[in-house]
């Protein structure tokens, strides 16, 4: 067994066989007849025969069912911040975690559609037990973090998925995304766990820390959905933390979240990259001689990104006066847009339930506080 093998996503030579061995499977011809409705079975499967790369099938398949999702579940996609990368250049993409699969997948749209290079992604093995979504993630080049390990192994996990993400960057010059922590963001509060950036420092070859953090060329990235499709989904496990008992997960959980951020309505959609962090990792390195500290302070700065250019919607601003009783942002929605979001309340929590209330509108009321802090405005 090669190095990385037992992490890594499919090498282009393997591409074709995986794809005709999943070709018959339900779920492949549920996702090719959503995407494409006026071809069929025969059509699709003939096709499939002539992809012989991740990008063949990336761009003439996979593209092509996320804008079917856009079109179906959406209002749309909005970006910013993509101009200023350059096309030949791999970078090293940490984003909010909002969506199992939407995340990565529309941030490679727009990587495509600005002709920058498309990401390999990280995602937890325990989303993938099925070898139906395990072979379509790794068609998407997928790279698996592995859950759930001892100590001593998750030691040796995380050094090897640091050498494949420098592999990635450095020899086969990919862009690489990870989320900024483990699990989606299930209270609104977008935090870098100082764990993911030590997981990439074990790769590190510079004599000082954040001379390794310039070269893999760090962009955090903003993603925001006016409508959270798996808001209600989370409030189990909001209510598990706020009764201080240990959350576990039902059976197919994993897959119902994974599903519904699919197909669940999202309305408006907008991702942010910023900036290559690069001169403030100076500052950093100036005023901290401590690796741990460095890491901190790096977290807060992916951080302070990620606050400064979430594209705050209607959603946020309403949820936020409800949650304070008053009428701060009422300049920033309509009253149709606040009754709506009523409804959205009324359908999807007990409003008896002060901690499920409070919960659910944390989720959305979250960014306008970050960001509010981050402004020294709050």
Known sequence: MLKFDS??????????EVLQNISKHPMIKAL?????PEKTEEQWSEEFKEVNSIQDFQKNFIYHSIQKVLEKSSEG???????????????????????????????????????LIMTASAIGDNLVQKSFLLALAKLNRNFLVKRG????????????????????????????WIAQREGRTKDGNDTTNPGVLKMLAMASDEANLMDYFKKIKIVPVSISYEYDPTDALKIPQLLAKAKDEIYI?????????LLSGVIGQKKRIHIHVGDVLDKSLNEIQRGNCNNNKQIQALAQLIDESIYEHYHLWPTNYIAYDLMHGGNLFSNKYTEKEKQLFLRRLELR??????????????????????????????
């Open 349 to 378: 929590v007990d409003k008896d339930n002060d901690i499920v209330f409070d919960g659910f509108l944390a989720m959305y009321a979250n960014p306008v506080i970050n960001k509010l802090k981050l402004n020294n405005e709050l």
């Open 32 to 36: 090719m007849g959503f995407t494409f």
């Open 77 to 115: 996609l909005t970006t910013s911040g993509f101009e200023k990368l350059d096309k030949n250049t791999a970078y090293f993409f940490i984003s909010n975690h909002r969506d199992i699969i939407l995340d990565t997948s529309l941030l490679n749209v727009a990587l495509k559609d600005h002709g």
């Open 149 to 176: 390990l001892a100590p001593r192994e998750l030691l040796e996990s995380s050094k090897l998925m640091s050498e494949y993400i420098n592999h990635l960057l450095f020899e086969q010059n990919r862009s690489v």
């Open 7 to 16: 992490i890594r996503h499919y090498h282009d030579h393997e591409v074709n």
């Open 249 to 257: 997960k039902e059976k197919n959980e994993d897959f119902v979240n």
